[in-house]
């Protein structure tokens, strides 16, 4: 397609070890789309008639439950590939895809996937490798719902932020793009009043930065130290 190169993928982990004619066939089929800031690239229900890579910027997936609440199953980096309901057999897209910052996604029609799937094995053991790591995240994120006290929650929620987008500053590890304290209690399960009070805690103790849409990790050892901390059953 005019104005795009296989040089817009070929750094992208999913279409690693993929030859150069490859890359071309694949960028032939995609087109580029921009979504600002608080759009949905897709919503929750609708039909699933593409799949995408974001280029730049970042999503957030959310899913509305049956009562009306919300939550953020995960968050979408540059280099992932999302909204691969044709891959789980589904019509329709789980959940919705809004951008947190102005982003670019490369979007290919979803009649494609099986043929891509079957052309291109390297592409198809990267997805497959992709969708592992998902489940076991997913896993993870339902034992720590399931067990663990709202502060773990969320400690496991923000180290997970900086392990995906951290950036290293002079204060600490930044989680690279703005993120509210009500995006935090939506990633985590609990509540804004929660997640307001358990930051203001940590950052009194030196563990975390707070700003206007922005939390730095100056103690990634010591957030980490609250993630597994237990609570003592005679306390």
Not at 152 to 181: C, M, N, W, Y
């Amino acid at each position: 397609m005019a104005n795009l190169d296989r040089n817009l993928i070929r750094e992208l982990p999913v279409f690693g070890a993929m030859s150069e004619e490859e890359l071309d066939d694949v960028i032939t089929h995609a087109r580029a789309q921009r979504i600002p800031k608080g759009s949905a690239v897709f919503q929750q229900g609708e039909k699933a008639s593409a799949f995408f890579v974001l280029l730049h910027g970042r999503l957030k997936v959310v899913k509305t439950t049956p009562h009306g609440e919300q939550m953020i199953i995960r968050f979408v980096h540059p280099g992932d590939i999302y909204g691969i309901a044709t891959a789980l057999r589904r019509e329709d897209y789980p959940a919705t895809a809004i951008a947190v910052v102005d982003s670019v996604t490369l979007v290919w029609p979803a009649e494609i996937w099986d043929d891509f799937m079957a052309s291109h094995p390297a592409f198809a053991v990267n997805v497959m490798r992709m969708m592992g790591d998902r489940l076991q995240e997913a896993h993870a994120r339902i034992k720590e719902l399931s067990t663990e006290e709202v502060e773990h929650r969320l400690a496991h929620t923000v180290l997970r932020l900086i392990t995906q987008s951290g950036k290293q500053t002079d204060e600490g590890v930044l989680v690279d793009f703005p993120i509210t304290q009500q995006e935090l209690a939506e990633a985590s399960g609990t509540t804004l009043h929660s997640v307001s009070r358990t930051l203001s805690v940590w950052e009194s103790a030196g563990l975390v930065t707070l700003g206007r849409r922005k939390i730095v990790v100056c103690d990634v050892q010591g957030l980490s130290q609250v993630a597994e901390r237990r609570r003592n059953p005679k306390d």
